[in-house]
């Protein structure tokens, strides 16, 4: 079947500390991978792409996520967590079908929280 | 250039009512789709579309209709309306199924 698992609904850091936001998948095939993040009261912003040039994807804000397809998993980092980062993040996967179509589907979503 | 424009924002039904949530794109977009958003479980695609005239299913299709006819609108019909469909519906769009979304400002429904 296929799936998309965000392992936490919830994850709190301090200003400062690293993030890490964790993203499992289950496909037959290489899927298209996202991250998409959702401020408060605001629409959804795009965070960076996975496109197969690279299994190290750079994003924007200082986040960065790494495609690993042995653990089918596309985790989200930044060295740094900023206040302006408490935000709800989505992990995004397309599950291509056939004659070019594909559904875009949207993990569970992890809420992180920056302490100052 | 208008971008994804989504309406109403806000909507209050009675049980077994219908109705068409709207949605428009003018950036001539090949992939639209309509999703919903409840606490707790993401965004679920409901009905997405890669091109005029072709439409499939997502994950939570049933009690909702759309068509295709032209390559700018995809609404979004609920054909009777139920208080299990009371979300956030988001419509989204892409050049091509892969590449960014752009997303429409939301539509809060209620169904009493």
């Known amino acids: 079947a296929q799936s998309v698992t965000q392992l936490d609904s919830h994850v709190s850091v301090s200003e400062g500390t690293p993030v890490l936001l964790r993203c499992n998948y289950s496909s037959s095939y290489s899927p298209s991978l996202f991250w998409y993040v959702q401020h408060p009261n605001k629409g959804l912003q795009l965070l960076l792409k996975y496109t197969s040039a690279a299994t190290l994807v750079k994003g924007i804000n200082g986040f960065e996520a790494e495609f690993k397809k042995s653990e089918t998993s596309f985790h989200l980092t930044k060295p740094s967590a900023h206040m302006s980062d408490a935000a709800e993040y989505f992990c995004v996967v397309i599950f291509h079908g056939s004659s070019n179509t594909g559904k875009l589907i949207f993990g569970q979503g992890t809420t992180l929280q920056v302490k100052p | 250039n208008a971008g994804v424009t989504q309406t109403p924002k806000f909507q209050v039904l009675k049980t077994g009512q219908s109705m068409t949530l709207q949605c428009a794109q003018d950036m001539n977009h090949e992939y639209m789709s309509w999703y919903r958003q409840d606490p707790g479980m993401g965004l679920r695609l409901i009905h997405y579309s890669v091109g005029a005239g072709i439409t499939d299913q997502g994950e939570v299709p049933n009690g909702y209709n759309v068509s295709r006819s032209t390559t700018e609108d995809f609404p979004l019909r609920l054909l009777s309306a139920a208080p299990s469909q009371t979300s956030v519906y988001f419509c989204?769009?892409?050049?091509?199924?892969?590449?960014?979304?752009?997303f429409g400002s939301g539509t809060q429904l209620s169904v009493l």
């Open positions: 989204a769009s892409s050049y091509q199924l892969g590449e960014k979304l752009f």
